[in-house]
Protein backbone atom coordinates (compact mmCIF):
# COMPACT_ATOMS: atom_id res chain seq x y z
CA UNK A 1 0.00 0.00 0.00
CA UNK A 2 0.94 3.81 -1.06
CA UNK A 3 1.52 5.47 1.85
CA UNK A 4 1.78 9.57 1.78
CA UNK A 5 4.71 11.24 3.22
CA UNK A 6 5.27 15.07 3.76
CA UNK A 7 8.38 16.32 3.44
CA UNK A 8 9.87 19.89 4.66
CA UNK A 9 13.18 20.71 3.47
CA UNK A 10 14.71 23.58 4.91
CA UNK A 11 18.06 24.91 3.21
CA UNK A 12 19.96 27.26 1.39
CA UNK A 13 20.87 27.50 -2.42
CA UNK A 14 24.73 28.09 -0.81
CA UNK A 15 25.16 25.09 1.19
CA UNK A 16 27.03 21.96 -0.55
CA UNK A 17 25.18 19.86 2.49
CA UNK A 18 22.01 20.59 1.19
CA UNK A 19 22.87 19.94 -2.35
CA UNK A 20 24.15 16.61 -0.77
CA UNK A 21 21.17 16.11 1.27
CA UNK A 22 18.18 16.81 -1.36
CA UNK A 23 20.04 14.27 -3.74
CA UNK A 24 20.77 11.23 -0.99
CA UNK A 25 17.18 12.08 -0.27
CA UNK A 26 15.63 12.02 -3.56
CA UNK A 27 18.17 8.48 -4.12
CA UNK A 28 16.11 7.14 -1.25
CA UNK A 29 12.69 7.85 -2.25
CA UNK A 30 13.19 6.41 -5.62
CA UNK A 31 14.26 2.70 -3.69
CA UNK A 32 11.13 2.93 -1.55
CA UNK A 33 8.77 2.94 -4.93
CA UNK A 34 5.17 2.55 -5.06
CA UNK A 35 5.85 2.22 -1.03
CA UNK A 36 5.88 6.26 -0.56
CA UNK A 37 4.16 9.25 -2.33
CA UNK A 38 5.81 12.01 -1.41
CA UNK A 39 5.58 15.40 -1.20
CA UNK A 40 8.59 17.71 -1.06
CA UNK A 41 8.37 21.44 -0.09
CA UNK A 42 11.21 23.24 0.08
CA UNK A 43 11.68 26.10 3.02
CA UNK A 44 14.38 29.15 3.15
CA UNK A 45 17.56 29.19 5.58
CA UNK A 46 19.68 31.88 4.80
CA UNK A 47 23.78 30.97 5.90
CA UNK A 48 24.92 35.03 4.50
CA UNK A 49 22.04 37.01 4.78
CA UNK A 50 24.47 39.87 4.76
CA UNK A 51 26.45 39.22 2.41
CA UNK A 52 27.65 41.45 -0.10
CA UNK A 53 26.34 42.71 -3.74
CA UNK A 54 29.34 40.55 -5.78
CA UNK A 55 29.99 38.02 -3.02
CA UNK A 56 33.12 36.24 -1.47
CA UNK A 57 35.87 34.50 -2.25
CA UNK A 58 34.97 31.04 -0.52
CA UNK A 59 38.60 30.55 1.29
CA UNK A 60 38.37 34.10 2.69
CA UNK A 61 35.08 33.70 3.70
CA UNK A 62 35.10 29.97 5.43
CA UNK A 63 38.82 31.08 6.85
CA UNK A 64 37.32 34.47 8.64
CA UNK A 65 33.58 31.92 9.60
CA UNK A 66 35.39 28.99 10.75
CA UNK A 67 39.18 29.75 11.32
CA UNK A 68 40.19 27.12 8.27
CA UNK A 69 42.87 27.07 6.50
CA UNK A 70 43.27 27.03 2.74
CA UNK A 71 44.77 23.54 3.10
CA UNK A 72 41.92 22.98 5.55
CA UNK A 73 39.57 24.08 2.86
CA UNK A 74 40.84 22.36 0.00
CA UNK A 75 40.39 19.29 2.28
CA UNK A 76 36.57 19.59 3.32
CA UNK A 77 36.07 20.56 -0.53
CA UNK A 78 37.52 17.28 -2.07
CA UNK A 79 35.72 15.63 0.82
CA UNK A 80 31.89 17.27 -0.26
CA UNK A 81 32.90 16.71 -3.98
CA UNK A 82 33.74 12.63 -3.12
CA UNK A 83 30.04 12.49 -1.30
CA UNK A 84 28.35 14.60 -3.74
CA UNK A 85 29.93 12.58 -6.68
CA UNK A 86 28.47 8.64 -4.27
CA UNK A 87 24.85 10.30 -4.89
CA UNK A 88 25.15 11.37 -8.15
CA UNK A 89 25.52 15.43 -7.59
CA UNK A 90 28.40 17.03 -9.75
CA UNK A 91 30.21 19.42 -7.79
CA UNK A 92 32.36 22.34 -9.92
CA UNK A 93 33.96 25.57 -10.09
CA UNK A 94 32.38 27.05 -7.03
CA UNK A 95 34.94 30.03 -6.00
CA UNK A 96 32.61 32.79 -4.45
CA UNK A 97 29.95 32.61 -1.32
CA UNK A 98 26.83 35.20 -2.61
CA UNK A 99 23.43 36.23 -0.95
CA UNK A 100 20.30 33.67 -1.67
CA UNK A 101 17.34 36.37 -0.49
CA UNK A 102 16.35 37.17 -4.43
CA UNK A 103 16.75 33.30 -5.14
CA UNK A 104 14.34 32.19 -2.39
CA UNK A 105 12.09 34.90 -3.38
CA UNK A 106 11.86 33.00 -6.76
CA UNK A 107 11.22 29.64 -4.91
CA UNK A 108 8.92 31.01 -2.96
CA UNK A 109 6.87 32.28 -6.07
CA UNK A 110 7.93 28.67 -8.11
CA UNK A 111 5.71 27.01 -5.45
CA UNK A 112 2.62 29.03 -6.46
CA UNK A 113 3.38 27.71 -9.52
CA UNK A 114 3.85 24.20 -8.80
CA UNK A 115 7.94 24.09 -9.81
CA UNK A 116 9.66 24.74 -7.07
CA UNK A 117 11.23 21.77 -6.74
CA UNK A 118 12.53 21.52 -10.19
CA UNK A 119 13.46 25.28 -9.00
CA UNK A 120 15.63 24.76 -6.78
CA UNK A 121 17.14 21.49 -8.55
CA UNK A 122 18.38 23.77 -10.94
CA UNK A 123 19.72 26.33 -8.68
CA UNK A 124 22.10 23.93 -6.74
CA UNK A 125 23.10 22.74 -10.16
CA UNK A 126 23.67 26.59 -11.45
CA UNK A 127 25.60 27.75 -8.45
CA UNK A 128 27.45 24.28 -7.21
CA UNK A 129 28.39 22.37 -10.56
CA UNK A 130 28.14 25.20 -12.97
CA UNK A 131 30.02 28.00 -10.54
CA UNK A 132 27.18 30.69 -11.32
CA UNK A 133 25.78 33.84 -9.48
CA UNK A 134 22.73 32.67 -7.71
CA UNK A 135 22.34 36.82 -6.66
CA UNK A 136 22.33 37.49 -10.33
CA UNK A 137 18.72 38.32 -11.83
CA UNK A 138 19.71 37.45 -15.02
CA UNK A 139 21.33 33.91 -13.74
CA UNK A 140 17.96 33.58 -11.61
CA UNK A 141 15.61 34.53 -14.69
CA UNK A 142 17.23 31.60 -16.92
CA UNK A 143 17.48 29.30 -14.22
CA UNK A 144 13.58 29.73 -13.31
CA UNK A 145 13.08 29.18 -17.56
CA UNK A 146 15.17 26.29 -17.69
CA UNK A 147 12.72 24.77 -14.75
CA UNK A 148 9.54 25.84 -16.55
CA UNK A 149 8.66 28.78 -15.31
CA UNK A 150 7.65 32.35 -17.13
CA UNK A 151 11.12 33.89 -18.08
CA UNK A 152 9.01 37.74 -18.18
CA UNK A 153 7.42 36.74 -14.45
CA UNK A 154 10.07 35.90 -12.72
CA UNK A 155 12.10 38.92 -13.40
CA UNK A 156 9.14 41.02 -12.42
CA UNK A 157 9.35 39.03 -9.29
CA UNK A 158 13.22 39.93 -9.11
CA UNK A 159 12.71 43.36 -9.99
CA UNK A 160 10.42 44.19 -7.31
CA UNK A 161 9.63 43.06 -3.71
CA UNK A 162 7.30 40.19 -4.03
CA UNK A 163 7.28 37.37 -1.22
CA UNK A 164 10.02 39.02 0.39
CA UNK A 165 7.62 39.49 3.77
CA UNK A 166 6.65 35.37 2.95
CA UNK A 167 10.36 34.58 2.76
CA UNK A 168 11.38 36.38 6.02
CA UNK A 169 8.75 35.52 7.96
CA UNK A 170 9.36 31.85 6.89
CA UNK A 171 12.79 32.05 8.05
CA UNK A 172 11.63 33.62 11.52
CA UNK A 173 9.21 30.65 11.87
CA UNK A 174 12.71 28.16 10.87
CA UNK A 175 14.41 30.22 14.11
CA UNK A 176 11.58 29.29 16.39
CA UNK A 177 11.26 25.59 15.38
CA UNK A 178 14.76 25.67 16.71
CA UNK A 179 16.58 25.38 13.18
CA UNK A 180 20.32 26.80 13.41
CA UNK A 181 22.02 24.73 10.47
CA UNK A 182 20.98 23.17 7.42
CA UNK A 183 19.62 20.66 5.30
CA UNK A 184 16.59 20.24 7.81
CA UNK A 185 14.59 17.61 6.70
CA UNK A 186 11.35 18.05 8.94
CA UNK A 187 8.81 14.46 8.01
CA UNK A 188 4.87 13.88 8.34
CA UNK A 189 5.83 17.80 10.61
CA UNK A 190 6.95 15.84 13.00
CA UNK A 191 10.39 13.86 12.60
CA UNK A 192 13.49 16.34 11.92
CA UNK A 193 16.92 14.42 10.34
CA UNK A 194 19.85 16.91 10.10
CA UNK A 195 22.48 16.88 7.49
CA UNK A 196 23.17 15.54 4.28
CA UNK A 197 22.89 11.90 5.41
CA UNK A 198 23.86 8.89 3.22
CA UNK A 199 20.60 7.19 1.09
CA UNK A 200 20.61 4.55 3.59
CA UNK A 201 20.05 6.82 6.45
CA UNK A 202 16.99 8.65 4.74
CA UNK A 203 15.74 5.30 3.96
CA UNK A 204 15.22 3.71 6.96
CA UNK A 205 14.35 6.80 8.56
CA UNK A 206 11.36 7.01 6.34
CA UNK A 207 10.85 3.37 6.79
CA UNK A 208 10.90 4.10 10.45
CA UNK A 209 8.56 6.80 9.91
CA UNK A 210 6.04 4.95 7.41
CA UNK A 211 5.82 1.89 9.63
CA UNK A 212 4.85 3.83 12.65
CA UNK A 213 2.31 5.94 10.68
CA UNK A 214 0.23 2.62 9.66
CA UNK A 215 -0.23 1.67 13.11
CA UNK A 216 -1.92 4.94 14.01
CA UNK A 217 -5.78 4.24 13.94
Not at 6 to 22: E, H, N, Q, T
Request: hydrophobic share 40%.
Amino acid sequence: MTQPLRIDFVSDISCPWCAIGLSSLQLALSRLGDEVDAEIAVHPFELNPDMAPGGEAIVEYLGKKYGRTPEQIAQTQAMIRERGASVGFTFGARTRVYNTFDAHRLLHWAGLEGRQLPLKLALLEAYHTEGRDPSNHDVLVEVAESAGLDATRARQVLQGSEYADEVREAERENQSMGLTSVPAIIFNRRYLVSGGQPVEAFEQAIRDILAEAATVP
